[in-house]
């Protein structure tokens, strides 16, 4: 199953944010600490690189996401040119004060009443953005929702008589190239319901969380992972809940939805689902399947 989620609203919103990348001076990208790879709209770089605007990524929701791995995101990020990474909780006041301090390091040259520092909010679906502009204005004037979607129109805000927000809606691109971010962003609920069958996501996390957490779903569920794999993992949590149907038959859909939840809560513990590393290792095998796939077409074009 390949996921892809589109909705008509984001052609009119990326219209939208290449006019108004033109008037600004800097982009903050927000981005779900667990999947800061899979959830960076290509999208967002290819707007940003056009017209050479410095990038301040942070790497959100950092208290549910794995601590060490986080370092090695941040690491990975701040080599980059143009690019300062940060790591902490929106809903955290004291993180959130950072932030207007991190965006004036990467636009020394906008400091006053006459040239405000202009800064875009962008991301993927739910990562926090409006959480993020309603922590830094101190007030609710976005609106906050735990679906993915909820901002649809641009809004801008004046954060200080020398900085000004620009708020956007989630943005997701028009094709997901590899299945595996397409999974990791709907386990990590950055994808609409409507595109996505919950076991089969559950059982995608079941197998990362078998790879790299056992000890935490093991803890978490009080059974052995021995020998499971990620349907397993499903079943299981299915049975030691007491999600049966009728003739004692796992109720599937129920135990994904739980599994789903524990992790994207944090219930399970502190988890991300790729690594700089793991990212590279992907990448390389896609490289190679497709170069494998091209020799192929060739060879069978000259039978």
């Avoid at 996505?196 to 056992?214: K, N, Q």
């Avoid at 299981?236 to 809940?241: E, G, L, Q, S, T």
Wanted: glycine share 8%; proline share 5%; aromatic share 6%.
């Amino acid at each position: 199953m390949s996921i892809q989620w589109f909705p008509g609203h984001m052609v009119a919103a990326r219209k939208k944010a290449a006019e108004t990348m033109e008037r600004i001076d800097m982009i903050i990208e927000v981005l779900d600490a667990r999947v800061p790879e899979a959830g960076s709209n290509p999208v967002i770089k290819e707007l940003r690189l056009h017209r050479q605007r410095p990038c301040l990524k942070i790497l959100n929701k950092a208290d549910l996401a794995d601590p060490a791995v986080t370092t090695a995101w941040l690491n990975f990020y701040n080599e980059q040119k143009g690019i300062k990474a940060v790591a902490l909780s929106c809903k955290k006041p004291g993180d959130v004060a950072k932030v207007p301090g991190l965006c004036e390091m990467l636009a020394p040259h906008r400091d006053n009443r006459l040239k405000p520092l202009r800064m875009m909010i962008m991301g993927i679906p739910n990562v926090g953005k409006s959480t993020l502009i309603n922590a830094l204005l101190k007030r609710r004037v976005a609106a906050v929702g735990d679906e993915p979607a909820v901002t649809k129109n641009q809004q801008g805000f004046d954060l200080n008589e020398r900085m000004t927000l620009i708020d956007t809606p989630g943005l997701m691109w028009p094709k997901i190239e590899y299945d595996s971010d397409g999974f990791m962003l709907a386990a990590s609920h950055a994808v609409g319901r409507n595109a996505i069958i919950d076991e089969e996501v559950a059982s995608f996390l079941g197998d990362i969380l078998l790879g790299s957490y056992p000890k935490l779903l093991a803890n978490r569920y009080g059974f052995s992972v021995e020998g499971l794999d990620g349907v397993g993992i499903v079943a299981a949590v299915a049975k030691r809940r007491g999600y049966l149907l009728k003739g004692g038959v796992p109720d599937l859909e129920k135990a994904a939805l739980m599994l789903l939840q524990d992790y994207r809560t944090g219930a399970l513990g502190r988890i991300s689902l790729e690594t700089p590393q793991s990212r590279d290792i992907m990448l390389a095998e896609q490289a190679f399947i497709k170069a494998r796939e091209q020799a192929s077409n060739i060879t069978n074009s000259c039978e």
